[in-house]
């Protein structure tokens, strides 16, 4: 069993603190980038304070955001729609 996070001694909310590391885990952005993005929101924060808490809280995220497995209970919704582009039909299917 792991302990909950702590955010003690820190600065920031928790709020702006998962921000900054679910930018860096999600998309391909550098800690610079990520400092630069936060500066443009009058957030100051260095890229060697994002890479602690990337370092401390990014396994925690991480876990809390793998997906879940499917259960019977869940409930999917497809459509099918047929269009004619250049005058060839064409199906196109959207999952909800």
């Known amino acids: 069993m792991t302990k909950p996070l702590s955010y003690k001694r820190h600065r920031l909310s928790p709020q702006i603190i998962a921000h900054a590391v679910r930018l860096y885990f999600r998309f391909p952005l550098s800690l610079r980038l990520v400092e630069e993005i936060l500066l443009d929101r009058s957030i100051v924060a260095s890229y060697e304070t994002i890479r602690r808490w990337c370092n401390k809280l990014g396994p925690e995220y991480a876990r809390g955001l ?5 259960c019977s209970t869940d409930i999917w919704h497809l459509d099918e729609v047929v269009i ?3 005058g060839k ?3 196109v299917v959207a999952d909800c």
Do not use: T, V, Y
């Open 66 to 70: 793998r997906r879940k497995q499917p």
């Open 84 to 86: 004619r582009i250049s």
């Open 89 to 91: 039909k064409a199906l």
